[in-house]
């Protein structure tokens, strides 16, 4: 029995020992990874030319300043008016 003992000591022992290089092997490739993608030539994509948009006008004012002009347009032409009453009663009084 004590020889199946010990086999099985050196076992665990065996086994503890790869586990504990496993883990440090772990880090260490862990550790890699993280400083190679810190680094911009390590996983080096190709990088996209950003193209600079050529300033455009913006037509915002413009276009509220017309649109500001044809409401006042419309109001000034549609707004409701007495005067077409008032000729007729001038025309009663005067016609009596």
């Known amino acids: 029995m004590s020889g ?34 810190a680094s911009p030539l390590a996983f080096a994509k190709k990088q996209k030319v950003e193209e600079v948009a050529a300033p ?7 276009y509220m300043i017309v649109l500001m002009l044809i409401g006042l347009g419309l109001m000034t032409i549609l707004r409701p008016a007495s005067r077409l009453d008032k000729p007729d009663e001038k025309k009663k009084d005067s016609g009596e």
């Open 4 to 37: 199946a003992g010990e086999l099985m000591n050196r076992v665990q022992n065996i086994v503890a020992r790869c586990q504990i290089f496993v883990q440090q092997v772990a880090w260490v490739v862990l550790a890699g990874y993280i400083w190679l993608e």
């Open 56 to 62: 455009t006008k913006s037509y915002v004012m413009p």
